[in-house]
């Protein structure tokens, strides 16, 4: 573990011992330093979807101004407790993207909680949000390779549907490509990289980048 993932674990010490097990686990299975580095180092920075709060804690670290939203308020909790005010953590609705213009929008996991038309609209309600020049930062799960996609599923259908553990009712992955094309559509140049090495999980990461100012 690096040294500022052990930073940001840290600040977890005095939740309950789930929340701690949970901001373990997933820092171990999701490559964060990685989506980190497609997220600009300054400026204001959404994350939709923060759950308890990891991934904006670790972006705020490296000077970012980050606003983290969630559906769960519990979490949203947990998060406020754990970043003591590093970061501004809200609840929002499900689809709610708070206004920006913002430097960049983070969306890590959270897609395929969503219906494919759910999706869509979150993503062009991201976009729609950010401030000229700005970056969306998708982090999803492929379809390939065929092993890893079934893992992931077997595992998200425990702790979405069993667990409880995430919100959800529905499990929909739709391929990159398609993420993809949304993206495009919106009037966003978009980069595409494959993160699933070293993992069981199929990470996949697409970068989308706003016309700069005129």
């Known amino acids: ?6 930073a940001v674990l840290a600040m977890y010490r005095g939740a309950p011992a789930a929340v701690r097990a949970h901001v373990r686990v997933r820092w171990a299975t999701c490559p ?7 997220v600009p180092e300054g400026g204001r920075v959404l994350e939709v979807g923060c759950g308890y709060g990891l991934f904006s804690l670790y972006l705020a670290r490296g000077g970012r101004h980050v606003t983290g939203v969630d559906i769960d308020g519990a979490k949203v ?7 003591a005010g590093r970061c501004r953590f809200a609840v929002a609705g499900t689809g709610e993207v708070p206004e920006g213009p913002w430097d960049a929008v983070v969306i890590v996991d959270v897609l395929y909680l969503l219906d494919a038309a759910g999706q869509e609209s979150l993503v ?7 401030a000229p020049g700005g970056v969306l930062v998708v982090k999803e799960m492929a379809g390939t390779p065929r092993w890893k996609a079934r893992w ?16 959800g009712r529905r499990l929909t992955f739709v391929p990159p490509g398609v993420v993809s ?23 996949h990461l697409l ?8």
């Open 124 to 130: 062009r309600a991201c976009a729609a949000a950010l």
């Open 1 to 6: 573990m690096t040294g500022e993932g052990a």
């Open 32 to 38: 964060f330093p990685k989506v980190a580095a497609a």
């Open 152 to 167: 992931n599923r077997a595992q998200e259908t425990l702790s979405v549907r069993v667990l409880g553990i995430t919100a």
């Open 181 to 203: 094309g949304w993206l495009a559509a919106a009037g966003l140049s978009v980069r595409a990289e494959r993160l699933d090495r070293g993992y069981p999980h199929p990470h």
């Open 77 to 83: 909790a947990e998060a406020q407790r754990a970043g």
């Open 207 to 214: 970068v989308a980048t706003g016309a700069g100012r005129g």
